[in-house]
């Protein structure tokens, strides 16, 4: 019995290690002496497999990459919706994979093993998170788009004490994929944020974003345009509602939020006011032509070239031809382009990374991007409004952005507006040190009390 048992559990074994299924994970070095556990879990389906990815100290799971295949022993994850590439060696025998990670034109070695006893990272504190008892009332909501047949499902907070003359705000996430609480790298801003403000008075509808979380619809197809439709569909269910007041109805964007809000406002006469946290000043293709040059994380010879073939590939892509010419000359000038060739390593496929290339710059919702002007929308409000910025903000940097919203506010016909400068927050309007996506999870403060009270107090002794 006993040599019975060692066999089946040495032939379990070997089934095991020699199956590509299962959860792999590795230590990426992301600066000298930090890494960050990556945890990759391959699963079949049908004949297709699929890998779900974790990064447990960002606070991130279940992210799903393009496309896996497996030849023979070499495995590639094409997460170029991501933002990275993972190939590798399977060593079937050592139950591991050689490999390395691609993100751009920067390649770091990774190596993963099969494991049975996934590492748990340890849950990072965030003491602003609410914990039941809530002093308010909460109700879960479907509001239906039917002109696109896709249903929006929320969180509403409700004071205890509220009648027709209570505010209620919605919050608008920012760019990508965002469930209702805008769950990123470990935080939950929404969640802190709604909970504060319901505490002060405020009813607040937060929402998952079209095609996530319990909403459908589809989000890969959507522009920012399709999600101001979708602001405009639930200030109309929250119109239809008889305990809620139709005069005291605003908006609390972050982000791309922040340049749908003042668009929906526009469109809507039902809009009371605006909350811009963190929002773009100036068009698209200014903000991706910025963002190119500012992240860039490799050496160029020549940072005048290096621009130009930026720029040409952004008015390339934002050009007013269909979607399958723009791709062809796109893929014409990266095939063409000496400077490409140049800072592209002999280690990368050119011909996969220009069709990542090329892919990246003409989905429908870049395109659209490129081409909006969010100042021109500013300059039309007529409500009152409130843009707030950190001054350590990496991502939506104040110093491109604050005074074209200050420019655009001064032209419009808002009786009442503010700019304000916060010092020492970040993109999140976490209190930081260096404003880094790197430094969100390492930040125990999900939304510092400081932006918190501005929000509030405009709300109810500015409107």
Not at 71 to 76: A, M, S, Y
Not at 107 to 125: D, I, R
Not at 165 to 181: A, E, F, K
């Amino acid at each position: 019995m006993i040599t019975l048992l060692l066999i089946v559990s040495i032939f379990l074994n070997e089934l095991y290690a020699q199956s590509i299924e299962g959860t792999w994970q590795g230590d990426l070095e992301v600066q000298p002496g930090k890494t960050m556990l990556f945890i990759f879990e391959i699963s079949k389906d049908q004949d297709e497999l699929i890998t779900q990815l974790a990064i447990p100290s960002q606070g991130l799971k279940e992210l799903q990459p393009a496309s896996t295949k497996l030849t023979e022993k070499n495995l590639i994850i094409n997460a170029s919706n991501l933002g990275f590439k993972f190939s590798g060696n399977w060593d079937k025998e050592a139950g591991k994979i050689h490999g390395t990670f691609q993100e751009g034109l920067n390649s770091v070695p990774l190596s993963l093993s099969k494991e049975e006893n996934v590492k748990q990272a340890e849950t990072p504190k965030r003491p602003q998170e609410p914990v039941k008892p809530y002093p308010y009332m909460v109700e879960e909501v479907k509001i239906q788009n039917t002109e696109e047949n896709l249903l929006l499902a929320g969180t509403l907070t409700l004071p205890r004490k509220f009648d027709q003359n209570t505010p209620v705000v919605i919050l608008i996430s920012g760019s990508g994929p965002q469930d209702r609480d805008e769950s990123y790298m470990g935080h939950k801003p929404f969640w802190v944020l709604a909970d504060y403000l319901t505490r002060k008075g405020i009813a607040v509808l937060r929402y998952d974003d079209r095609g996530i979380g319990e909403s459908t619809g589809n989000f890969e197809k959507a522009t920012t345009a399709d999600f101001s439709n979708d602001v405009l569909k639930i200030i109309k269910y929250l119109k239809s509602r008889s305990d809620i007041g139709n005069n005291k109805i605003g908006l609390i964007g972050h982000s791309e939020g922040a340049i749908i809000a003042p668009k929906v406002a526009n469109i809507s006469e039902d809009v009371s006011f605006i909350i811009m946290l963190a929002g773009t000043g100036v068009k698209g293709k200014q903000v991706s032509l910025q963002q190119a040059l500012d992240y860039r994380n490799f050496p160029v010879k020549d940072e005048e070239q290096y621009q130009t073939y930026v720029k040409k590939a952004i008015d390339i892509a934002a050009s007013d031809k269909d979607a399958a010419a723009v791709k062809n000359d796109l893929r014409s000038f990266y095939q063409h382009s000496e400077m490409l060739a140049s800072i592209l390593p002999a280690t990368i496929d050119k011909a996969e990374f220009i069709e990542n290339l090329v892919e990246s710059r003409t989905n429908p919702w870049i395109r659209y991007f490129y081409n909006y002007d969010p100042s021109v929308e500013i300059s039309k409000l007529d409500v009152p409004a409130l843009a707030l910025y950190g001054s350590h903000d990496t991502q939506v940097p104040p110093k491109y952005h604050l005074e074209p919203v200050e420019k655009a506010l001064q032209k419009s016909h808002a009786e009442k507006y503010e700019v304000v400068l916060m010092p020492g927050l970040n993109h999140l309007f976490q209190e930081s040190k260096t404003g880094q996506i790197a430094e969100y999870p390492q930040i125990e403060q999900t939304m510092s009390p400081k932006i918190l009270e501005k929000i509030g107090n405009w709300v109810l002794h500015e409107i």
